[in-house]
């Protein structure tokens, strides 16, 4: 363009030159300067300008000299007014380059506004799901639609030894979905790609990418590697085929593209990890259930075998320690005296897992009674005065005629009382002291207190849970997570505190009988 410019300036001002003054070819000089403004180059239109003033000059002297060193008055004048009109020409020449290259920015700003809303809804369509299939089948298609390709080839990268999954899509409704061994241009390409980690421009400029895009069946094709974590995982082909072309800016939009698709498998993948994981646990899960409910029926179905034959026993011995079989040497009473306590152990036992094993299949009492907790209790320590007046301890119970009520199963309340009763008294030393008591606030609340040897500060935690309470004496550990339950199963809880100086305090609370 400069060239052109110039050759015709040159060309004007030989034609000035042999001109008469008052026929001025120097006007011709307007149109290189004119023309320099489709090059966009202001430096051009300057330099024209500057050449322009000074052939205007030169020519007009030199027409002055060939009329014998006259110069015409009106030649000069329009001589003037054309320095005049280079100067303005000049200028509106660069106004149009601005102009032009504004337009251009700006025609370049509206296709990058454009791109950049096409990959932000293509994107958006790729992470609608979380399923790693349609993620790769979301982005096969829209890298179609984004890049404005007539097909696309998503190869999903496999172990060693192992067929890769090969995505196609040509536009139509379907992907198709196989897995088979890729041709050896095909993975050639693959491979490339996998290496350089970037978009690879296929053409048939030489004898690989030919064969490639005849493979592919097309006359141009853009690949990209899609690397999660820095492993490529997936590689995206898309092509085009003779006739159709990429839009503008394909390379750098796949690029961005393929980023966002890392993300989306990405999280596809560990949505998947996290469903495989979620599975498994949830089987563990049902086959300790499996298990748990076979031990539970295994505990309850002895549990129950043994209570027939424990009951005669201690029916048989306590007709024994009466006389029905006749007098028994005070020898041969001790033991049987001592084997009864034995008994009673062993049945309170048996009763105690048969009710756990209730409690954890569901089959827990809905027996509701009114039961006044005062009688309950006096009851409880009646029963248990004998055992504690072995032991050496004192115990009491601290409730007044008008005891409060509750609504419930009046053996499962008598059980849970009974077991907080037999764990103060053996956490009580010798000398020692356990008060029962009751009474009503927003609730009922009765308290069993002992000033034994408390609860070690380890063990508080996870008292009322299965095996947690009570195995520090000795016993089952089951007798506070029944407590527990018990309670719970009334709508009550149960809770403990550290008596000072030392001992225990465990209140049972329950619904009172109006509620």
């Given at each position: ?10 060309a ?66 329009d ?6 009109s ?28 454009q791109?950049?809303?096409a ?20 982005i ?14 998503l190869?999903?990268?496999q ?13 139509d ?40 895009l ?69 089987r ?9 409910a ?6 309850y ?29 005070d020898k ?28 954890e ?11 006044r907790?005062g ?54 030393p ?70 000072e100086p030392?001992?225990?305090?465990f ?9």
């Amino acid at each position: 363009m400069a060239l052109l410019c110039y050759g015709l300036l040159v060309a004007a001002w030989i034609v000035d030159l042999f001109t008469p003054q008052l026929f001025i070819a120097a006007i011709l000089f307007n149109g290189p300067i004119a023309l320099s403004s489709l090059a966009l180059r202001g430096r051009l239109t300057t330099n024209l300008v500057v050449v322009a003033e000074l052939a205007n000059v030169v020519a007009g002297y030199v027409n002055g000299v060939q009329a014998g060193y006259r110069w015409d008055g009106i030649a000069l004048g329009d001589r003037l007014l054309l320095a005049a009109s280079f100067v303005l020409v000049g200028y509106l020449s660069m106004r149009a380059q601005q102009y032009a290259r504004e337009a251009g920015a700006s025609a370049g700003r509206v296709r990058q506004i454009q791109i950049e809303r096409a990959l932000r809804e293509a994107t958006i369509r790729v992470r609608e799901t979380l399923n790693l299939e349609l993620v790769q089948r979301a982005i096969t298609r829209e890298s179609v639609a984004l890049l404005g390709a007539s097909k696309a080839v998503l190869i999903a990268r496999q172990a060693p030894f192992v067929p890769p999954l090969i995505l196609t899509y040509a536009g139509d409704a379907d992907i198709a979905v196989e897995r088979r061994p890729l041709s050896t241009e095909m993975a050639s390409l693959v491979a490339r790609v996998a290496e350089t980690g970037d978009v690879l421009h296929v053409t048939a400029n030489d004898v690989l990418g030919r064969l490639t895009l005849e493979a592919l069946g097309a006359s141009e094709a853009l690949a990209t590697a899609i690397a999660v974590n820095g492993v490529v995982e997936h590689v995206l082909i898309d092509a085009v085929t003779a006739g159709s072309a990429f839009v503008p800016d394909a390379v750098p939009t796949l690029r961005a593209f393929a980023e966002q698709a890392a993300m989306a498998l990405e999280q596809a993948r560990l949505f998947t990890e996290l469903g495989d994981r979620n599975e498994e646990i949830a089987r563990q899960k049902n086959e300790l259930a499996e298990r748990a409910a076979v031990i539970r029926d295994i505990v309850y179905a002895l549990a129950h075998d043994l209570r027939t034959p424990l009951a005669a026993e201690h029916v048989t011995m306590n007709q024994a320690l009466s006389g029905a079989y006749g007098g028994l040497p005070d020898k041969y009473r001790g033991i049987l005296t001592a084997a009864l306590s034995a008994n009673d152990d062993e049945r309170r036992i048996v009763e105690t897992l048969l009710l756990v094993a209730r409690y954890e299949a569901g089959e827990a009492s809905t027996v509701r009674q009114r039961v006044r907790c005062g009688e309950l209790i006096r009851s409880i320590v009646e029963e248990f005065a004998p055992v504690a007046e072995i032991k050496g301890v004192a115990l009491r119970a601290d409730v007044s005629d008008g005891s409060p009520a509750t609504l419930g199963d009046p053996h499962e309340l008598r059980r849970a009382i009974i077991n907080l009763v037999a764990n103060a008294l053996d956490a009580t030393p010798r000398g020692g002291n356990v008060i029962v008591r009751c009474g009503l606030d927003t609730q009922v609340s009765i308290a069993v207190e002992d000033d034994g040897y408390g609860v070690p500060p380890e063990r508080r935690s996870g008292l009322f849970q299965r095996f947690g309470g009570g195995h520090f004496r000795g016993g089952t550990g089951l007798g506070l997570y029944i407590v527990r339950r018990i309670a719970e199963k009334h709508g009550g809880a149960v809770r403990y505190q550290a008596r000072e100086p030392h001992g225990s305090i465990f209140t049972l609370t329950l619904p009172p009988e109006d509620r």
